[in-house]
């Protein structure tokens, strides 16, 4: 039986998308299958987006029509047939999941106390504690109390239990007043503060809310949330003092001097960054000026509307920005809010929702950034200008995973992050060209490589590339790792770590290994990207490398050492090379648990292991798997990840003194996000064994 969890509130506008997405996050590390449910949606002609945001989620797997109760269209006519068909309808999400989010209506229709009084029998119909979400924005902590006492109150009279208060949008600094005031013994509660990012519309609602139709500009960048309206009737000159950073100008389109003036601010080093401009009354640039804006090549959104001034400005004043799933930004914002002011497990604990012992690759991949949250790491990105990168920053930044440096030129960085309506104010970024950088590294290097005639002059030219520049801070303690390969080779990544960190004491080579995520565990399998064709003492190294890694993430190391043969049966040169690797592993490191040579099917299968090798500890039960060569294990991970549905993450370098980590050319953000958090945590590890 699925746990189910109710968030209501007793008004409308309290942001409790906020806390449905952020119980969502919160349940997919927790869980093995969560759901969403809306009993009631907004209409059947327009998709609601709250459902929509939570079912982006990548630990939700559900169908949109699936996820629907009725509508107010099927609510208001007879509300008992509804609620039979909202019980109905839950149900059949709830047999797929383990825990189910159901989030209360809208007050878009209904008088505020019957609404309530509603959401509280269909909480009580499924059984489920309720979140309730109450509004404190512009109240004062014995405001919020009394509103939350009432609703409580009309919760309980219609026999719904509450499990949790949650104040949303609470005056900075009375958090702690505010939270104090709605705790009890039975029931706890916490603050949330405003964010006024999460309310800000982006460029398109603003676009859509003054009918208007985009005339030129960048597409991508409707996207931006707008954190200010001005209206542009005055001089520009006197204009440009009222300019702030993601702010939309309203200005008639027949004045061309404040849409030139404006573009050349926007494009000025020294002038806010601006999201937009709308063009009003219904004018359009002459044929002379829509010219010269062609040449300038901004790509600043600008908007026409045939509105005038007035009803321009007041449409988009009016207009309230929404938590969707297209804004990644207000989503980490949101996530960040939710993590740093709630106490999970806490809200766990009053939900009563057990955590399974099944490891998903979402709990692992939450686990991953809890743990580099835990201890923060500085790591370097040398690919500082791809977008992927920057978003990749704004989300390790926002949910405070590490403190990062982007390599390249910054005004230009910074502008395209901004254009993207990212969040990188607290990223460092190094121009790898600069001169007191590249004289420091060049003088360092030299010493490095003066065995291999390495000059000055010659490491002038090699230490700007940015592989070998993140390289040099890391091994410098500028950074304690490194993140890089979405743009450049794997070999333009990790060679100059072979030059500059070099391997860890004990260990004579660097090898990879991939995390692979299955549906209810994470498997060790190396090497997969680095060593093509290793020797016995390779093989023995990548094995003892592997069990580390294992160890670094939580997981028991048992190895299996594979090949073509189990056991004693098979002979031959590549069975022999794993026979005695599988000896150099026991010689070198007794206290491992390792088996080969073995085969595959006896790794993974108890059923085969008891007829194979019925006496050993790791045959059925393996957790590292060492590949005899290059060629299976590259083919096996990504057999594995695409036919069995798993992630596989890395590839995690092993063996270096410092970590330095490889990104796929085709990886996503959230790739990009679990390698640095990997990275992260190596450096920890690596911090602890210094001291110790």
């Known amino acids: 039986m699925a746990r189910s969890i109710y968030v209501a509130s007793p008004e409308g ?375 992927r990168i920057l978003r990749a920053a704004s989300t390790l930044l926002q949910r405070g995973v590490a403190q990062l440096t982007l390599l390249g030129e910054e005004a230009a960085i910074r502008t395209r992050a901004t254009e993207l309506g990212l969040a990188l104010d607290d990223a460092a970024v190094i121009d790898p060209h600069d001169e007191q950088w590249v004289s420091r590294f060049a003088e360092e290097y030299t010493q490095m490589r003066a065995h291999k005639g390495m000059t000055v002059e010659r490491a002038r030219e090699i230490v700007p590339s940015v592989s070998y520049f993140g390289t040099m801070m890391v091994q410098l303690g500028l950074a304690d790792g490194m993140v890089s390969g979405a743009v450049h080779t794997t070999a333009h990544t990790i060679k100059p770590s072979f030059e500059i960190i070099k391997t860890a004491p004990g260990v004579s080579n660097v090898s990879s290994a991939f995390l692979m995520c299955l549906e209810d565990r994470v498997l060790v399998y190396a090497d997969c990207a680095v060593i093509p064709d290793p020797t016995a003492e390779q093989l023995a190294d990548i094995a003892i490398s592997s069990a580390g890694t294992a160890e670094q993430f939580g997981i028991e190391p048992r190895i299996a050492m594979l090949s073509y043969s189990t056991g004693a049966s098979g002979t031959g040169a590549d069975v022999d090379k794993v026979r005695q690797a599988t000896a150099l592993v026991r010689e070198r490191r007794p206290d491992l648990s390792v088996e080969g040579p073995i085969q595959y099917d006896a790794a993974v299968d108890a059923s085969v292991a008891q007829t194979k090798l019925p006496e050993s500890t790791v045959a059925g039960r393996a957790t590292v798997f060492v590949f005899p060569d290059l060629n299976t294990g590259n083919n096996t991970y990504k057999a594995v990840q695409r036919s069995a549905g798993a992630v596989a993450i890395g590839p995690v370098l092993q063996g270096l003194r410092k970590p330095v980590n490889d990104l796929s050319r085709g990886a996503l953000v959230q790739d990009i996000v679990n390698t640095v958090a990997i990275t992260a945590i190596q450096a920890q590890a690596l911090s602890e064994e210094n001291q110790a």
């Open 13 to 387: 506008d309290t942001g409790k998308s906020i806390v449905a997405l952020g119980l969502v996050d919160l349940l997919s590390r927790t869980v093995q299958r969560v759901g969403v449910f809306r009993p009631v949606a907004r209409s059947t002609e327009t998709k609601d987006f709250v459902l929509e945001l939570l079912l982006e989620h990548d630990g939700v797997d559900l169908a949109y029509d699936d996820c629907i109760g009725v509508t107010y269209e099927e609510l208001l006519p007879d509300p008992e047939a509804a609620l039979s068909r909202i019980i109905t309808r839950y149900h059949e999400v709830a047999k797929q999941c383990d825990a189910v989010v159901v989030v209360g209506t809208d007050y878009t229709d209904v008088a505020g106390a019957t609404e309530l009084a509603y959401n509280a029998r269909i909480a009580a119909n499924l059984g489920a504690p309720v979140v309730l979400v109450i509004n404190g924005r512009g109240r004062h902590a014995d405001a919020i109390h009394q509103g939350a006492s009432v609703a409580v109150a009309e919760l309980h009279a219609n026999h719904a239990q509450v499990a949790a208060i949650v104040a949303n949008r609470a005056p900075n600094g009375t958090l702690d007043a505010v939270r104090d005031e709605l705790s009890t013994p039975e029931i706890p509660a916490w603050a949330l503060p405003e964010s006024p990012l999460l309310s800000a519309p982006t460029v398109r609602q603003l676009m859509e809310a003054v009918g208007g139709e985009q005339i030129g500009g960048d597409d991508d960048l409707l996207a931006r949330e707008v954190l200010d309206v001005l209206v542009g009737a005055m001089s520009i000159e006197h204009l440009l003092d009222r300019l702030a950073d993601g702010a939309v100008v309203i200005t008639p389109g027949d004045r061309a001097d404040v849409l030139l003036g404006l573009l050349l601010a926007h494009q000025a080093d020294g002038f806010p960054n601006l999201a937009g401009i709308i063009l009003n009354g219904g004018f359009r640039p002459a044929p002379t000026i829509t010219r010269l804006l062609d040449g300038l090549g901004s790509r600043l959104p600008i908007i026409a509307t045939n509105l005038g001034s007035f009803r321009s400005a007041s449409a988009a004043a009016t207009t309230r920005g929404r938590l969707t799933a297209d804004s990644q930004r207000k989503i980490d914002t949101a996530l960040a809010v939710f993590e740093q002011h709630i106490d999970g497990p806490a809200l766990l604990a009053a939900l009563d929702v057990a955590r399974p012992e099944v490891v998903t690759p979402l709990m692992f991949e939450y686990e991953l950034l809890d743990r580099a949250r835990a201890d923060r790491k500085h790591i370097v990105l040398p690919e500082g200008t791809d977008d």
